[in-house]
């Protein structure tokens, strides 16, 4: 029988400090609030114990935060979308800012097993002075373990309505995609990074933004090919493709720490969990 399961976060602010209130149903969960940073910043982890979605299962995760509050968001390890015969699985992640909030939203990996019929997607919007750093990594098969993406499709739609939108349909057998040089040219990882605001960047901070995203990607591994780009005032993003995982997830991790310190003059140690 599919998992339904629901989980709804609203941040907020209390004097100086960021508080999560939750609530959830079916199996998402939510780890207790962390503040390594001080009062200011509230880091969770959402944990889905069943560990993967497979056909018919449906994840919905919204997120609210007020102005003011400032939260961090992973996950302890990969959301695995497993072989399904016609269902599809979705998890859809809705995030709203409201004036002056920030949020970072940065899920470990996201994997589509040789089979899967996976939706995923998230949208954003945001108020006057909000700003939000979020990425979505994606794998498709598990090459290191001899299990090629060779059947099954990903769907995938990450939007801020009203600008910007990008959106994949990757059928397995679409090989002129996935191995033409004016697709994925033979890599089975992608990855997007954006920072985007609720207020235009002075030209004078995004060209410094970009510079700290294209020195970061100067040292990234041989293996990734990554640009930056600012396709509005209001955002930044970084695309990459690799054919793995780990050097792909390592140079996004290297723009969000420069980011981090260039934008909100914060530190840009990795999170906890992503060393577990």
Known sequence: M???????????????????????DGPLRIFKSLYHEGDAICHNVIVHPPGGLVGGDQLNIDVQVATGAHGLLSTPGATRFYAADEAFASQHVTLNLAAGARLEWLPLETIAYPGCRADNRWSATLAEGAELMAWDVTALGLPGAGQPFDSGEFRQRLEIPGLWLEQARIDARDQRLLDSPLGLGG???????????????????????????????????????????????????????????????????????LWRRAAWDLPGERPRIWGV
Do not use: F, K, N
């Not at 599919?2 to 959830?24: C, I, N």
């Not at 040292?219 to 955002?235: E, F, I, K, Q, Y």
């Open 2 to 24: 599919p998992w339904h399961a629901r989980l709804s976060l609203d941040y907020q602010r209390h004097g100086d400090r960021t508080v999560l209130h939750h609530s959830h």
């Open 187 to 257: 890599r089975r990882c992608m990855g997007t990074l954006v920072l985007a605001t609720g207020t235009a960047i002075p030209r004078e901070r995004r060209e410094d933004l970009l510079e700290a995203a294209r020195e970061a990607l100067g040292h990234a591994s041989a293996d990734v090919t990554a640009g930056a780009t600012a396709p509005s005032d209001r955002l930044l993003a970084v695309r990459a493709v690799a054919p793995l995982v780990e050097p792909l997830m390592a140079s996004l991790q290297a723009v969000w720490s």
